[in-house]
């Protein structure tokens, strides 16, 4: 596991290891730099910073290159199938300096170009240099599911890539500038979608795709998706045969990832997924897994629905066998937000990257490795929003008069009941009596919103709100359902989830949050074996069973059903409960007072101060739930305090770093 870095026609050494420096704890192994530049002043560098996994010694160092130094690598990752490939290419007459993975992509590019991703089981993301040609080629990749970040910006005959936004930053000529068509999408959904990111200019490589710079041309292509079959699909096998094929899948890929030259060991929040990780690492392992739960004090928990109970995790580890870490942590919120702001590059107001961020920094002391149960729910239907999609439908069949004259006013007018057990029902109430009369992809569109269009109108600034007006923030939800249109509804849910929620929320933070701690995550439900086999042979009712009260991941539970006590089987799903309610309330309030007040607001241009005061009051008096958007606020102008203000070519002339006039059509580049 690495940083990555990457300059075509832009910077120079220097720039490289300035870039090094500021991604220094995605690798404090080792770093390396290596640059070339051509008669005619044309230039490429690369850059890495190592995270030693396989192959601890020297061997490992990068860029990395082939034999006569024709062929140079970058790279970020773990390639799982990597023995086989090399004993493959050993046949074929290609020699190995070291026992990395990292060279075995190399010598593979050498042997079969581009199409060498098609090969590659893992999570990567690198940059190769070929200087075989005429001209020189750089030719980047990302995986299959975008486990591992991309980000670039290109102009011309300039390019510049990194694992990190802040290295981007490094690049003279690379501004920070905030872009608007982002900013609308974080509004409405407290993160921004691939490929935008909220800088104007820079961009991710989608997962699943590679491109290629040569002679200043910027060649995007896709290399893999997911496929559904159609919603008339026949599904021929029976389900014993599917509970076995998944249960052998689900082993197989597990024990894949439990490669490495370090220790291995797993989060444990006793859910299904991390449960079912944890009890199939404990069969295939010779020793004890280290495993690690993290909770917060029962002050923290009043109102709250969650798995939170470190119990239960205690007793299953016990049972398994595990050397178990139940890390109890208070932090410092106010001190703890703004870290982790910098290292996520951009605002994230899903409060789950805290937890994700403590339970890496405490696991580092032992376990260099921690494998996470990222991807179950969205490969094997476990969220609760596929359960509101059938009850959107049932409920569309209820009288239109006593649905939204009698019903949704009734629903919506609830008290918030904060710091009660019936908060989160309350909540749920709310959100169905928004979504729920709406056509099925609106309606989980809705579902995914937490600040819709009339709340942004009402708190934006006139000028900021005229120029949003028109634009559509679930543009790449719509296309990925367009991609997917022939299949059950089902299906298209988790083929969105997968592609976008999965891909720029969960991963990104998994990703961010970890090498934050030098730590590695990996994900076993993202084994293409398994996530294809899930997307192409199981039913959609064998992932969701029934309509009513439906069995979340159905299929997976019959699967693990033998490895796992009926305590964890049983248990509802529930998110991890990070205490954001708690925290406004009381060390959080005034730092809201604070960054949130009429004068920052004002100088900021963005947000009307008396709506946001009329935000907080609602909120500190218990008329609304508005937690998540005063996080989502407070997150943003933390994150502009660091990106935007130290921008200097910005701050004069525009203190927010905000364009309304790149509004037209959301498409951006910064020169170099």
């Known amino acids: 596991m690495c940083g990555i870095a990457g300059l075509v026609n832009c910077g120079d050494r220097s720039t490289l290891v300035r870039m090094n420096q500021v991604q220094a704890h995605r690798g404090p192994d080792d770093s390396g730099t290596w640059e070339k530049r051509f008669p005619d002043d044309s230039y490429i560098g690369l850059a890495s910073r190592r995270l030693a996994i396989l192959d601890l010694s020297e061997s490992g160092h990068m860029p990395m290159s082939n034999e006569d130094g024709s062929v140079w690598i970058t790279y970020n990752g773990e390639i799982y199938n990597f023995q086989d490939l090399r004993r493959e290419l050993e046949a074929k007459g290609h020699r190995f300096a070291s026992r990395t993975d990292t060279e075995v992509i190399v010598h593979l590019y050498e042997e079969e170009g581009p199409k060498c991703v098609e090969r590659l089981d893992g999570m990567f993301a690198f940059g190769i240099c070929d200087l075989r040609g005429t001209v020189p080629t750089l030719f980047v990749s990302r995986d299959h599911f975008g486990i591992k970040p991309f980000y670039y910006v290109q102009q011309g005959s300039s390019l510049a890539f990194a694992s990190e936004i802040k290295a981007l930053l490094q690049v003279p000529g690379i501004g920070a500038e905030i872009d608007s068509v982002a900013l609308q999408q974080y509004l409405t959904l407290l993160w921004v979608p691939d490929p935008k990111t909220m800088f104007r200019g820079i961009y991710k490589l989608p997962a699943g795709h590679s491109a290629v710079f040569q002679n200043g041309q910027w060649t995007v292509s ?398 500190r008096s218990g008329a609304q739930d508005w937690s998540m958007q005063i996080w989502q606020l407070l997150t943003l102008e933390i994150w502009m305090e660091q990106f935007i203000d130290k921008n200097e070519r910005n701050v004069e002339s525009n203190p927010a770093g905000f364009h309304p006039a790149s509004l037209s059509n959301g498409r951006h580049a910064v020169g170099m």
């Open 222 to 619: 896709k290399y893999w998706d997911l496929g559904f079959p159609s919603k008339e699909a026949q599904y021929p096998r029976s389900e014993a045969e599917l509970v076995d094929e998944v249960q052998e899948r689900f082993r197989r890929a597990v024990k894949s990832q439990m490669i490495a030259d370090v220790p291995v060991g797993a989060f444990l929040s006793a859910g299904l997924d991390s449960s079912s990780i944890v009890a199939a690492m404990a069969e295939l392992s010779d020793h004890p897994v280290h495993t690690h739960t993290i909770t917060f004090p029962s002050k923290y928990r009043v109102g709250e629905k969650t798995l939170d109970d470190p119990r239960v995790a205690e007793r299953f580890a016990r049972k398994m066998g595990c050397e178990h870490q139940t890390i109890v942590v208070d932090p410092d919120v106010t001190d703890l937000l703004p870290k982790i702001t910098w290292h996520m590059d951009e605002p994230t107001a899903d409060p789950a990257i805290i937890a994700a961020f403590l339970v890496c920094r405490e696991a580092r002391g032992n376990t260099t490795v921690l494998l996470s149960g990222v991807g179950g729910d969205e490969l094997f239907a476990g969220y609760r929003k596929y359960c509101a999609h059938y009850w959107g439908e049932a409920y569309r069949k209820v009288p239109t008069l006593l649905r939204r004259g009698f019903l949704e006013p009734l629903f919506l007018g609830m008290p918030s009941l904060r710091s009660t057990h019936l908060k989160g029902m309350i909540r749920l109430a709310k959100k169905m009596a928004r979504s729920g009369s709406l056509p099925a992809v609106e309606r989980f569109l809705m579902n995914c919103t937490y600040m819709d269009g009339e709340q942004q109108e009402h708190l934006l600034t006139p000028i900021i709100s005229r120029a949003m007006n028109g634009l559509d923030p679930y543009e790449r939800h719509r296309a990925c359902f367009k991609l997917v249109e022939h299949a059950d509804f089902l299906n298209q849910m988790l083929y969105v989830d997968t592609k976008i929620f999965m891909t720029s929320l969960n991963l990104t933070y998994a990703d961010k949050m970890s090498m934050a701690s030098s730590v590695e995550v990996r994900v076993p439900f993202l084994d293409r074996d398994l996530a294809e086999f899930a997307a192409r042979s199981v039913s959609p009712r064998l992932k969701l069973h029934g309509t009513v009260g439906p069995t979340t991941k159905y299929i997976l539970r019959k699967a693990v059903a033998g490895m796992l006590p009926a305590e964890v089987l049983q248990q509802p799903k529930a998110g991890f409960g990070v205490p954001v309610d708690y925290w406004l309330a009381h060390e959080l309030k005034p730092m809201v007072d604070d960054l949130l007040s009429e004068s920052r607001l004002r100088k900021r241009g963005i947000f009307e101060p008396n709506a946001v005061r009329s935000l907080v009051q609602q909120h």
